[in-house]
Each structure stands twice: as structure tokens, then as C-alpha cells.
């Protein structure tokens, strides 16, 4: 099936630091979407995109649909303590409406 | 508006028991989603239903898991007998069949602990 390689596995940053983190895969995806996962609750969605070369913000988040469709990119500006969690890329391919997760990357934020 | 409801949020059972989760999705949504997330991996689909009829099973177990979504509103995900292997967060999520859109909203997830 369908891989996402998302990266870098986890982060350490300082507040206040900007945070980048990316998907790639070697099939054309339709859609991307972005979600936060905290401990023990469910995935958050954050923010969805559906054109290549699409570049969507939600307050401090931004997200990139790449031109190619096969990648997908997610900055955060300013980080702050409640930044911290587990982001997850998630795309669809055509045909298919389920989505496929990346392995997630883990962000750690120090006050 | 209520988001994805499930229950119960955690189970602990021996191997070769029985389980059942149950999941409530968000009003008016027709696509229902049952997740499985092992420990730091991200969600993996196991089926998809539209309104009542299974779409998209092919991850699904099913010598071991079943499921069900009778009216088309509430689901099931059963598992029997139980494995070691099974202990995951199963996670329900919903959506709204409507042009390009796939976002799913999630509920808060049954952690299974099998021992």
C-alpha cells in the first residue's frame, strides 16, 4: 500500500523557535491533511489541502501541498508550550477515500 | 455539535477473551472510519463504512475482527478471541461525503490492553 515518510521523527526546540517538519511519498496523493495528536485523546485536525501547490495558515500554522503532489510540508511560527504533541501527515489517493497516515513527528517545546 | 463519542476509553482483557468498542459519530456524517494506532505509528484504517455497508475492508482481520454500523449511524468493532498483538488505541472517525472533502474528525480512541 501507500507509504508516507514523514519527517524528522521528533524535535526538541526552544519557545519561540519556528518548527518545519514534511511528508513525502512515491504516490500522487488528492488530499493532505494535517492533525495534532495530544496524550491519549484522538488526532486533532489542524488544516486540509486539496490543489497542488496549495499553501493554507491556520493562526501560526502553515501547510504546503507540494507541486507534485507527492509531498507536504508543515511550519509552525513562534512556538509555544502547548505546541507540544504529536503532528501527523495524513493524503488520499484517488480511489481510495480512506486516509493514509505518516508514523508521526514528535514536538517537544521548552519554556 | 458533539464530535465523535467512544467508548469505553480503556479496556484491559486476558488473550482470548472477547472485546467490543463502540463508537457514535458526529450527526449527519455518512462515512465511518475504524483506525487501529499501535504504539508510535500513526493510524492504520481496518474498514470504512458508507451509511451501513462496508466499503473498505481489506485491512480488517476478520478471522478475529468484526464489524458492524446497523441504521447506518452507531458502530461496533468486535474482536474474538482477543490476542496479545491487539493491544492498540482503536480510534473512530467520521466524515461527510460531500465533493473532494475527506477530513475525518476523530474520537477520543479505546486504548486495549491485552495481557
Known amino acids: 500500500g501507500q507509504q508516507l515518510n514523514q519527517s524528522p521523527q521528533s524535535m526538541f526546540i526552544q519557545e519561540g523557535e519556528d518548527v518545519s517538519m514534511n511528508c513525502t511519498s512515491s504516490?500522487?496523493?488528492?488530499?493532505w491533511l494535517w492533525y495534532k495528536q495530544d496524550p491519549g485523546e484522538g488526532p486533532v485536525l489542524l488544516i486540509a489541502l486539496y490543489k497542488a501547490g496549495e499553501l493554507t495558515s491556520n493562526g501560526r500554522l502553515t501547510a504546503q501541498f507540494g507541486i507534485t503532489r507527492k509531498d507536504s510540508f508543515l511550519n509552525i511560527s513562534a512556538s509555544i508550550p502547548s505546541d507540544v504533541g504529536i503532528y501527523f501527515c495524513a493524503g488520499q489517493v484517488t480511489g481510495r477515500r480512506a486516509l493514509t497516515f505518516g508514523s508521526g513527528t514528535r514536538l517537544q517545546v521548552q519554556p | 455539535e458533539a464530535g465523535v463519542v467512544q467508548s469505553p476509553r480503556y479496556k484491559i482483557i486476558e488473550k482470548k477473551q472477547p472485546v467490543a468498542f463502540w463508537c457514535n459519530p458526529i450527526?449527519?456524517?455518512?462515512?465511518l472510519y475504524w483506525y487501529r494506532q499501535n504504539l508510535g505509528q500513526g493510524p492504520e484504517l481496518l474498514i470504512r463504512y458508507e451509511n451501513e455497508e462496508a466499503v473498505d475492508d481489506s485491512q480488517l482481520p476478520k478471522d478475529r475482527f468484526s464489524a458492524e454500523r446497523l441504521k447506518g449511524v452507531d458502530s461496533t468493532l468486535k474482536i474474538q478471541p482477543a490476542e496479545l498483538g491487539d493491544s492498540a488505541v482503536y480510534l473512530c472517525a467520521s466524515s461527510l461525503r460531500q465533493g473532494l472533502n475527506t477530513e475525518a474528525f476523530f474520537g477520543q480512541g479505546t486504548r486495549l490492553t491485552v495481557v
Open positions: 450527526s449527519g456524517h455518512n462515512t
Open positions: 504516490s500522487i496523493f488528492n488530499t
